[in-house]
């Protein structure tokens, strides 16, 4: 591919640097589309390897293995890096690779500024990881830095704010290009309600970023005012009040929610038509319920804090709005299933993660309906049954969807088809090892064990060892999709440009694997 | 006229709440609207939903009491 590519460059336009410098000075929107997935990965299989860490002292009641503290740094870390460092960069990477190709254009709207918003992230992350390190270690007091004890802990604070604020930046940076891209630089003839549900679902979610990043980087500069400069925003001993606190990240950290799943349900709306070989059903219905969620996201955020102590009123109210939340979503899951109904299914390993991602998608979404009523959640607060919920959201939901998202475009990227039995191998391997991890915790949480802990009483004991081999199952599972996606990039079968049977859209028509420079002249849709 | 494109807006915007649309009626909304208008009668849309949901829970309040 490349010397093909190359080829090419060298008669219209400067040479490409090589080896290392490609990938640092890079502007191409397919390379760095890698370069994101690729860092996803990584920090994937490093936050993976906290989580396992976690599940070992979890093992037996008593502590075993670890310092409580250190326990704390992991619960945090994990939480941190599988938001920022994981999901949200995997997201973008199928953006940078897929929005281009499905809407015919040559690249992202603003190459450069495409290149910064990745790099910023391996600065981040070094920021992050690079706080075990320090003195007093990484930060311990939860992902969602809740004051006092984000105000009270040591440098690694500092550094965690900061990390936070260069993140946030790269997301606004990379949905500015995103936006542009989408509404500037679509092929003649490919209007807005002809667009991919992938591209709108993306659109809306880039527009959620930019609303919410910036509450989030308010959030933490008074963090950090609070910290150094002896303001009292979120110290009750001065005046200030840290349930503040909450509500402001919580106005950022449920549109983040949105964020993390909207993407999610733009991939799956792409693979379970192919695999169908229907149309998508009620393609305006999901245009339309994606547009709502996202509105309605503004409206639900103290559903996070009913155990805080807030008016019955309040109460009422975001428990009645995060419940009707609950119906475009559910408009959503109808659709999906309706595109299946009567088609011509097969199931090839994408198809295999979509219909997970559907099912336990919706376990996640029902113990969130759980969760929405006021007085069960405040006996819910902070047990494994909040854990539960939101792994069955990000695990089976957002994860699984970017499998499906990897196995669905592996072929276009690579030119070389995967080995669809280890494809399979993975695909059982996860969904079982992810069951057998989270769907105890239900029962755990229900029965009282509270979450973010590194001791439990006796009774716990069985359904921690059960959720402790669940978690060693799936995470030892993700070894064979990185055999698989290195034996991809490798070799095997050669991939048709079409890929798949029932594929349709702009990323089909252009030979696998796609060449460096794709739509130079832009195609027309009728 | 105008008055009818803004009615329609806001009909649009309702059954998006919803999260449901006909095709024929989605067909005329695309041709009839602009997008500045579907943008303000969204945000419209989203008070409106807000201050329905604060009348309910204020209605349910006095029931309580």
């Not at chain 1, 390190?133 to 830095?145: D, E, N, Q, S």
Request: proline share 5%.
């Amino acid at each position: 591919m490349s010397d093909a590519a190359h080829a090419h460059d060298d008669h219209g336009h400067h040479a490409h640097p090589t080896g290392i410098m490609r990938w640092l000075t890079t502007t191409n929107h397919k390379d760095i589309g890698s370069l994101y997935l690729w860092f996803s990965l990584i920090m994937l299989f490093t936050a993976g390897s906290m989580a396992l860490l976690i599940r070992s002292e979890l093992f037996e009641p008593g502590m075993q293995l670890m310092h409580p503290d250190f326990f704390n740094q992991l619960t945090t870390m994990h939480g941190l890096i599988m938001i920022f460092g994981v999901i949200m960069p995997a997201f973008t990477g199928f953006a940078n690779w897929q929005v281009p190709l499905m809407i015919g254009a040559p690249d992202m709207a603003f190459p450069r500024m495409n290149n910064w918003s990745f790099w910023l992230l391996p600065v981040a992350g070094i920021m992050l990881l690079g706080s075990f390190w320090l003195p007093g270690g990484a930060v311990a007091g939860g992902w969602t830095m809740y004051p006092p004890l984000f105000i009270q802990g040591g440098v690694s604070y500092d550094l965690t704010i900061l990390a936070v604020h260069i993140m946030g930046l790269s997301s606004i940076m990379g949905s500015i290009n995103i936006i542009t891209t989408i509404l500037n630089m679509r092929a003649p003839g490919l209007t807005l309600m002809k667009m991919p549900m992938f591209v709108w679902t993306w659109l809306i979610t880039a527009y959620l970023l930019i609303a919410t990043m910036p509450v989030l980087a308010g959030a933490v500069t008074m963090l950090l005012t609070d910290r150094n400069f002896g303001t009292h925003f979120f110290n009750a001993a001065g005046g200030g009040d840290p349930v503040m606190f909450q509500h402001i990240f919580w106005f950022f950290g449920h549109p983040e929610v949105y964020i993390l799943i909207l993407p999610a349900f733009g991939i799956v709306s792409q693979i379970i038509p192919t695999f169908s070989r229907k149309p998508l059903f009620g393609y305006a219905s999901m245009v339309y319920a994606t547009a709502s969620i996202a509105i309605l996201s503004f409206t639900v955020w103290a559903h996070h804090m009913f155990a805080v102590g807030m008016p019955v009123a309040a109460q009422l109210f975001f428990m009645f709005s995060t419940m009707l939340i609950a119906v475009p979503t559910g408009v959503k899951v109808f659709n999906w299933v309706a595109t299946m109904w009567k088609g011509s299914l097969t199931f090839e390993t994408p198809m295999l993660f979509a219909i997970a991602f559907v099912c336990l998608f919706t376990i996640g979404g029902f113990s969130g309906l759980v969760l929405a009523m006021a007085p069960v959640d405040i006996q819910l607060q902070d047990t494994y049954y909040v854990v539960a919920h939101f792994h069955y959201v990000l695990v089976s939901g957002a994860l699984f969807s970017i499998f499906a998202g990897i196995y669905y475009w592996l072929p276009k990227w690579t030119g070389h088809m995967y080995n669809e039995t280890l494809g399979k191998t993975h695909f059982w391997l996860s969904v079982i090892g992810m069951n057998i991890v989270f769907f105890p915790m239900h029962f755990l949480g229900l029965a009282g064990m509270p979450r973010r802990i590194p001791d439990y009483a006796l009774q716990f004991t069985e359904f921690n060892q059960i959720a402790t081999v669940g978690a060693f199952i799936f995470g030892f599972s993700q070894l064979v999709f990185l055999v698989l996606v290195l034996k991809t990039i490798k070799g095997g079968a050669k991939a048709s440009d079409q890929v798949w049977e029932g594929a349709q859209g702009l990323e089909w028509t252009v030979p696998s694997p796609a060449p460096y420079h794709t739509f130079e002249t832009a195609p027309v849709v009728k | 006229m105008a008055e009818k494109g803004n009615l329609r807006a806001a009909l649009a915007v309702f059954w998006s709440f919803f999260g449901v649309r006909k095709r024929r009626d989605y067909d005329d909304d695309a041709q009839s609207l602009t997008q500045a208008q579907i943008i303000i009668a969204g945000l419209i849309g989203g008070v409106v939903f807000v201050l329905t949901l604060l009348l309910v829970v204020y209605l349910v309040l006095q029931f309580v009491k």
